[in-house]
T-cell receptor, first 112, second 115 residues
Framework: QQPVQSPQAVILREGEDAVINCSSS?????VHWYRQKHGEAPVFLMI?????EQKGHDKISASFNEKKQQSSLYLTASQLSYSGTYFC?????????????FGTGTRLQVTL | DAGVIQSPRHEVTEMGQEVTLRCKPI?????LFWYRQTMMRGLELLIY????????DSGMPEDRFSAKMPNASFSTLKIQPSEPRDSAVYFC?????????????FGPGTRLTVT
């Protein structure tokens, strides 16, 4: 079942912060985050594994709450280059599954 | 490394024709994934391979779709016969290990238009 992302779209001014949420109805083992610019392929941002860890690089970070079956992506001091559609991909690793189910996507536009 | 390579980048065909999409994964990657992306359904996994063996094809929409991986450096996705509803962007991705634990590297995609 496809994870649900919110919001569906957001417009920011450069320098503002944003939070993108990803919720699943199934127990999760891992959450991936990807960014896709218009007309291009998705590009990996980070993976979070079961354990409720938080990760980040530069001004983009993410958290994973396995009890709530959700993850959040935090973009701080947004830059024009952050514009694109963000997808979460959820994994239910049980030793047998090896695939991601991608969310509905969140379109982010950063303006001057 | 050149990354994941897909061909053709664009394909326009008429309904009923056979379409073959090609993918070369990153060398050394054991997993290969085929995705389809549409506005309505988002990014859907069609099939994935591990060490050239198809593991899960539950996402393949119907018998008109088939995929092969004859060796570690080449995979094809075939649609026969094609229908207008097959119009989408098809991505191939590869990863070093299990899909949910490792980063997936996506190819540039093939934009398929069936008229």
């Amino acid at each position: 079942q496809q994870p649900v992302q919110s919001p569906q779209a957001v417009i920011l001014r450069e320098g503002e912060d944003a939070v993108i949420n990803c919720s699943s109805s199934k127990a999760l083992y891992s959450v991936h985050w990807y960014r896709q610019k218009h007309g291009e392929a998705p590009v990996f941002l980070m993976i979070l594994l079961k354990g409720g860890e938080q990760k980040g690089h530069d001004k983009i970070s993410a958290s994973f709450n396995e009890k709530k079956q959700q993850s959040s992506l935090y973009l701080t001091a947004s830059q024009l280059s952050y514009s694109g559609t963000y997808f979460c991909g959820t994994g239910k690793a049980t030793g047998t599954a090896s695939k991601l189910t991608f969310g509905t996507g969140t379109r982010l536009q950063v303006t001057l | 490394d050149a990354g994941v390579i897909q061909s053709p980048r664009h394909e326009v065909t008429e309904m009923g024709q056979e379409v073959t999409l090609r993918c070369k994964p990153i060398s050394g990657h054991d997993y290969l994934f085929w995705y389809r992306q549409t506005m309505m359904r988002g990014l859907e996994l069609l099939i994935y391979f591990n060490n050239n063996v198809p593991i899960d094809d539950s996402g393949m929409p119907e018998d008109r779709f088939s995929a092969k991986m004859p060796n570690a450096s080449f995979s094809t996705l075939k649609i026969q016969p094609s229908e207008p509803r097959d119009s989408a962007v098809y991505f191939c991705a590869s990863s070093l290990g299990q899909g949910e634990l490792y980063e997936q590297y996506f190819g540039p995609g093939t934009r398929l238009t069936v008229t």
